[in-house]
Nanobody
């Protein structure tokens, strides 16, 4: 699978951004599409995931009610709508595929390049 993330940028606290991940070359190992993030000096952490066929979603507790993950099987994209952004949301955001529902980066199979999100206070 090839994953291409885009949509990062600089936004003020309370603002919104929408990240998009273009997906191509899906295999039988790519059942779940995820977004992870990594801030400087921190470990890569799970943000949200969606089961590609079923559409079932899962979120990290720290983004519930602020972030929404969308998958469009016709356009082959997985978007992350981020609202009410906080400075602590600043990180490089990565899309990644996994064969099953995961919450650890070690469970991901394939990674796209990251896109930087910076939230100013």
């Amino acid at each position: 699978v090839q994953l291409q993330a885009s949509g990062g940028g600089l936004v003020q606290a309370g603002g919104s951004l929408r990240l998009s991940c273009a997906v191509s070359g899906l295999t039988t190992s790519d059942n779940v599409m995820n977004w992870f993030r990594q801030a400087p000096g921190e470990e890569r952490e799970f943000v949200a995931g969606v089961v590609w066929r079923e559409g079932k979603k899962r979120y990290a507790d720290f983004v519930k009610d602020r972030f929404t993950i969308f998958r469009d099987s016709a356009k082959m994209t997985v978007d992350l709508q981020m609202n009410n952004l906080k400075p602590e949301d600043s990180a490089v955001y990565f899309c990644a595929s996994s064969s099953r529902v995961v919450t650890l980066a070690a469970g991901a199979v394939s990674w796209g390049q990251g896109t930087q999100v910076t939230v100013s206070s």
